[in-house]
């Protein structure tokens, strides 16, 4: 195990976890909300700092990330547990497991040696479960990733403190932070966690000028209310940019939700909704027949980026992520 950051320690060995909002306070041998942090003798430790699943390489759009590198390949790693615990969660077998001590160590300085062999890579993906977990091993490879001229992109519920944010963003490139609603109520009976860290979390990495990409799962009858909708694509506008990409997914039933699929049309209609604040919106997982995966230039209007199925041809923007048309700033590429 691993010693983790942002701890306090407080009486009678009791700790309180500062990496996430919900600063968990914890007896002799107890776990937070993730699952992974355990108080030990008064001290805070990592059990998963090491623990990487789930290690490939990848398109970047499929994280998804479509303004970062486009048509490159990343390297996707993941690791165990999360702190949020949401009902519909596609990746429960790992965010939400016993934790499984029978997963290897991965050596950080493997998997760099591995990332920079692979053809047309950019860098790597913490991704899968939440990366702000593993903030300890997530951090560790990121810093190496860096000196080996690697971008790091963090794809993550955005639940995190400002402190281990901000450290987080000395090394980070890119993010994709998945907003799940903007109605609180959703959050706290979903997700079991509260809507204004995320917003927070947002506002500060566009502060920071690192490039952002917001998804947003469409659930029926749950959020997917147009009213709250317009208000969150406004709350986008004024306070991260209109040219923020968001990715509006259809919701598929899983894990302990049986609700049935999103109707495309009404993913379709809130991609509408959004265009008129938003200059990048995208639909996930139906069909790119639909025409909603392509990018267009908001200057010009000329299309810069195609995607056909599963390709990706960017053939309409310079080495700087610039429309060759009108030079409009569209991808984050170096």
């Given at each position: 195990?691993?010693?983790?950051?942002?701890?306090?320690?407080?009486?009678?060995?009791?700790?309180?976890?500062?990496?996430?909002?919900?600063?968990?306070?914890?007896?002799?041998?107890?776990?937070?909300?993730?699952?992974?942090?355990?108080?030990?003798?008064?001290?805070?430790?990592?059990?998963?700092?090491?623990?990487?699943?789930?290690?490939?390489?990848?398109?970047?759009?499929?994280?998804?990330?479509?303004?970062?590198?486009?048509?490159?390949?990343?390297?996707?790693?993941?690791?165990?547990?999360?702190?949020?615990?949401?009902?519909?969660?596609?990746?429960?077998?790992?965010?939400?497991?016993?934790?499984?001590?029978?997963?290897?160590?991965?050596?950080?300085?493997?998997?760099?040696?591995?990332?920079?062999?692979?053809?047309?890579?950019?860098?790597?993906?913490?991704?899968?479960?939440?990366?702000?977990?593993?903030?300890?091993?997530?951090?560790?490879?990121?810093?190496?990733?860096?000196?080996?001229?690697?971008?790091?992109?963090?794809?993550?519920?955005g639940y995190i403190n400002p402190d281990p944010l901000n450290k987080l963003l000395e090394v980070t490139d890119g993010f994709n932070v998945?907003?799940?609603?903007?109605?609180?109520?959703?959050?706290?009976?979903?997700?079991?966690?509260?809507?204004?860290?995320?917003?927070?979390?947002?506002?500060?990495?566009?502060?920071?000028?690192?490039?952002?990409?917001?998804?947003?799962?469409?659930?029926?009858?749950?959020?997917?209310?147009?009213?709250?909708?317009?208000?969150?694509?406004?709350?986008?506008?004024?306070?991260?940019?209109?040219?923020?990409?968001?990715h509006i997914n259809r919701y598929f039933p899983g894990y302990k939700m049986n609700i049935e699929p999103t109707p495309v049309e009404t993913?379709?209609?809130?991609?509408?909704?959004?265009?008129?604040?938003?200059?990048?919106?995208?639909?996930?997982?139906?069909?790119?027949?639909?025409?909603?995966?392509?990018?267009?230039?908001?200057?010009?209007?000329?299309?810069?980026?195609?995607?056909?199925?599963?390709?990706?041809?960017?053939?309409?923007?310079?080495?700087?992520?610039n429309c060759v048309f009108c030079k409009y700033k569209i991808a984050f590429c170096c």
């Amino acid at each position: 195990m691993y010693e983790a950051k942002y701890y306090t320690l407080i009486d009678n060995n009791k700790v309180r976890c500062n990496l996430c909002p919900h600063s968990c306070i914890l007896k002799q041998k107890e776990r937070g909300k993730c699952n992974v942090r355990i108080n030990i003798s008064g001290k805070l430790y990592s059990e998963n700092y090491g623990k990487a699943i789930g290690l490939h390489s990848e398109p970047i759009e499929k994280k998804p990330l479509y303004h970062f590198y486009p048509g490159k390949q990343i390297y996707s790693i993941g690791s165990v547990g999360c702190n949020f615990s949401c009902q519909f969660c596609q990746n429960h077998h790992i965010s939400h497991p016993p934790f499984p001590e029978d997963i290897a160590y991965a050596d950080i300085d493997y998997i760099i040696k591995a990332v920079s062999k692979i053809r047309n890579i950019c860098g790597i993906s913490y991704t899968f479960n939440e990366p702000f977990v593993w903030f300890e091993y997530m951090f560790d490879i990121a810093k190496k990733a860096k000196i080996n001229n690697l971008s790091n992109a963090v794809v993550t519920n955005g639940y995190i403190n400002p402190d281990p944010l901000n450290k987080l963003l000395e090394v980070t490139d890119g993010f994709n932070v998945d907003l799940k609603s903007f109605d609180n109520s959703f959050y706290q009976k979903y997700t079991g966690a509260e809507l204004k860290p995320v917003q927070n979390t947002l506002k500060y990495i566009v502060k920071k000028n690192i490039h952002l990409e917001i998804a947003n799962l469409i659930i029926p009858g749950l959020n997917d209310d147009k009213n709250i909708f317009k208000k969150m694509i406004d709350w986008i506008n004024a306070e991260l940019g209109k040219d923020i990409p968001l990715h509006i997914n259809r919701y598929f039933p899983g894990y302990k939700m049986n609700i049935e699929p999103t109707p495309v049309e009404t993913i379709i209609e809130l991609r509408q909704i959004a265009l008129e604040k938003l200059n990048f919106v995208y639909c996930g997982n139906i069909s790119s027949a639909f025409g909603t995966s392509d990018t267009v230039c908001p200057k010009c209007n000329k299309t810069v980026i195609k995607r056909p199925g599963h390709k990706t041809i960017a053939e309409n923007i310079d080495d700087k992520g610039n429309c060759v048309f009108c030079k409009y700033k569209i991808a984050f590429c170096c």
